[in-house]
């Protein structure tokens, strides 16, 4: 089969896409408004830009109800230029998804998932405490792409929980991580089945 984006009903290009780039870390995004009300949202739309400076991105995309389309996260990080991204793992999956739900803006999401709340060290917004990885970030840039914005963020402070990091490779254990991946839809995927493969380059070290 093919597809022209540009013939396709509303919709459909987002199925394809997101059955298409998988599996997607989820970005789980704290951030709070100007009057210090917390909020927390996966965005799956996310990756890792650069190292140097150490960049992230997330999309947010456009909410049809609503007075500007702006989604919570979104309207939070242009107000106060902070967020935080949590990653979450397999025992936090059931509780990012509570969040996503659409609730209004004074609700506090880390309330409606009863998640324990640990302070910003270099942002004055809150993480999720159970989460293996947290990345402090503020503000780099934003980027309109059709009706979504891309949000830019460079990390300022990492945090990760106690017996992940490895100091003799500089790297995190992967099978002690265990991230959750987005599929499409409602589905979604462990990281279990770890597999090794050498770069032909012998003096690979990243
Ligand atoms: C796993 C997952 C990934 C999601 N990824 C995105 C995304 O990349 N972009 C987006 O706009 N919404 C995404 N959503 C939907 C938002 O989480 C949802 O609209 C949420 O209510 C936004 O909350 P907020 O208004 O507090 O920012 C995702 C939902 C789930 C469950």
Known sequence: MEFDP?????NAMYKLLISSVVPRPIAWVSSVDRAGVRNLAPFSYFMAITDDPPT???SSSFRGAGPDGKKDTLRNIED???????VVDDDLAAQMNVTSGEYPPEVDEFEVAALAVAPGTRVGVPRVASAPITLEC?????VSVGRATLVLGRIVYVHVRDGLYDAATGRLDMHRLRPVGRLAGNLY??????????????????
């Open 6 to 10: 540009a013939a396709l009903p509303p």
């Open 56 to 58: 992230i991105a997330f």
């Open 80 to 86: 106060t230029g902070e967020f935080v991204v949590n």
């Open 189 to 206: 995927t462990h990281v279990h089945d770890i597999f090794e493969m050498k770069r032909p380059n012998p003096d690979y070290r990243g």
């Open 138 to 142: 503020r503000l780099d840039r934003l």
